[in-house]
């Protein structure tokens, strides 16, 4: 049965929203709704104009018998300053300072809203880039890199500090932690990237960049190709920092124990 | 300027779908449209209608001065049953089995198309629960935490096996580990967790359920209340199993070192 302009629009929102960075064909829409395809054709040309003036995404055209149209999300640069402005205080606020200057992210990083935000963010960043696949570290950094690959609709991989069996076999590499100046290990999966993968890797913190440093060695074994590095927030640091091209949303800039105070600042993100 | 009737459809089905269970008044959507509250009310039900006609989910519509409506995400058992029978599917591939009789699964759990899937099933499960939080254990956990928690629009927590500088205070518990019958310690971050919260708990795979067991033993020392327990899949047990009332959506039923076969059913999730 034909279905009627008004919730072809509702259901067509709907399912393009559902699929970020998926080609779906006039066909399948015009099959869906029963409808001819220069009905859905004109459906479409509402959508895109409703998506831009909100600032929702773009929705691309391809054109010819393999056309269709695909759905980039992206979030206006205003949005984003506001949000992250937003994290700016949440994340200064006394009570978050942990014994050894550290903050504690936990909360805000298990909130489904703020972790959207974050997804589209980072993904927005990359909208122009091929990626095969987000790499993070766990724990902490997997809801970042799920929210990402949400957005991107690519798979996360996560690299771990310990072995497990449910895994099988891993590839694992050695890394100066660049805080401790510790060696310590992280591996990864063999069968989870394909050689020639180009990767996106995100984090929750960064502060010598140590980790960031390792995933990179990771990825270079895995002969896969670094895209991009960004982290949710970084740290000011005293020391050489083992990372010099990447982009942080957040960047703690002080901490004071005595006082308990956090000053916290926006990141590299937003210079141009 | 007055937003036409075809953008309004667009865009609150967008803002929606965003808001999983957030009450939105009409005021706002009538404010952000600048519309009548009488269009946008036809909107609405236009969008309810859609929704329910495509098994998107419920649009509640809450009556009232102070009312509005909410947008409850639900997948339809169909939908369910069909995503479920293709993960038995893949999930029997033989290059799956590892060392030890167990399967590998984080490909699948670090795919977003699946990832939604997994959560608007396990979400549509506890619709009508009041849930405060997603409780699960890291790290294999956390994916599928995140994808409900999503859906459910609550924060998720994560339960560690080993101790963090950036959690802050924790309370830990010891439990007994189901299959290997050791004695084991898992923590949560003392903030994490308000006192009453009614908590879903949720995880990747389940053996003799021990880790689940320690997870009821976290939430009771938080004085927290459970709503219940759903796991990706379980592995038939031949023990007595720790946990009596949980929900599957998968079930390993056989595993063939020797001829290398993984048989694989639908959990009970499907039981009636």
Known sequence: MKVKRSERLIDMTRYLLERPHTLVSLTYFANRYDSAKSSISEDLTIVKKTFKERKTGTLETVPGAAGGVRYI??????????FVDEMCERLSE???????GYVYLSDLLGHPQILRQIGKIIASQYLHE???????VATKG?????AVSSYLNVPFVIVRRDSKITEGSTVSINYVSGSS???EKMELSKRSLKRGSRVLIVDDFMKGGGTVNGMKSLIEEFEAELVGVT???????????MIADYTSLLCVDEVDIRDKTIYVKPGNYFKD
């Open 181 to 183: 100046e510790r060696v």
């Open 130 to 136: 091929s990626i095969d696949a987000v790499m993070t």
């Open 94 to 100: 006394a009570n978050r300072l942990l014994p050894g």
């Open 73 to 82: 999300p992206e979030i206006a640069k205003e949005e984003a300053k506001e």
């Open 231 to 241: 982290v949710f927030a970084e740290s000011t640091f005293s020391g050489d920092r």
């Open 142 to 146: 997997v809801p970042i890199a799920q």
